[in-house]
């Protein structure tokens, strides 16, 4: 299932991220694309918001992994913007850590080629004004659990079909 919304600012974001955590558990990815400042880590802080983590969640992209330890479950934040080969993929324990204890929140997941089983695609689109950006979920054995998602992220429907 696809679905687009509209976000109209950073706190937009940050609440449809929110909406979309709290229906994420252990064993979860969430695969975010779109552009350098797209908003890719404002969604992400949404979602480990509604798993728990109260810290500020620096950007990891020096580190590649950033583990969090949110309400039972863990979080595992990935930028793999500067990542430089395999080895380097290998040693951020990206392949153990999908599908198992944590929820994996990836930026930049075509830089590793990696198709979790359970997973939301996140691709996030600039609008026509610098607050507005296009964030279209598409949803991967979630079990049903995408028609909770889509319900409560309503408000932020995107009126027209608009193509990606
Ligand atoms: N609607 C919006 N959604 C998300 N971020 C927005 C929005 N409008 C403006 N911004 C700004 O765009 C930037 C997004 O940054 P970030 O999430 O780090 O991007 P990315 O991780 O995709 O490179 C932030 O500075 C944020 O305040
Ligand atoms: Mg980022």
């Known amino acids: 299932m696809r679905k687009m919304y509209i976000s109209r600012s950073a706190e937009d974001t940050l609440?449809?991220?929110r909406v979309l955590g709290s229906f994420l558990r252990a064993g979860d990815s969430v695969l975010l694309y779109g552009d350098l400042g797209a908003g890719k880590s404002v969604l992400a802080r949404g979602c480990a918001r509604a798993l728990g983590i109260k810290c500020d969640m620096a950007s990891p992209t020096f580190t590649i992994m950033q583990p969090y330890a949110g309400d039972g479950v863990n979080v595992y934040h990935f930028?793999?913007?500067?990542?430089?080969d395999a080895d380097e993929l290998y040693y951020t324990g990206l392949e153990?850590?999908?599908g198992t204890d944590g929820v994996a929140l990836i930026e930049w997941p075509q830089q590793a080629d990696?198709?979790?089983e359970v997973r939301?695609?996140?691709d996030i689109l600039r609008g026509a004004d610098a607050d507005t950006r296009y964030i279209e979920f598409?949803?991967?054995g979630m079990d049903g659990r995408e028609s909770g998602i889509v319900s409560a992220l309503e408000?932020?429907?995107s009126p027209e079909e608009t193509e990606l």
């Not at 930028?79 to 430089?84: I, T, V």
């Open 120 to 122: 939301v695609e996140a």
């Open 15 to 17: 609440e449809i991220g």
């Open 79 to 84: 930028d793999l913007y500067r990542l430089s």
């Open 138 to 140: 598409s949803f991967f």
């Open 96 to 98: 153990d850590r999908i």
């Open 155 to 157: 408000k932020y429907a």
């Open 114 to 116: 990696v198709c979790p």
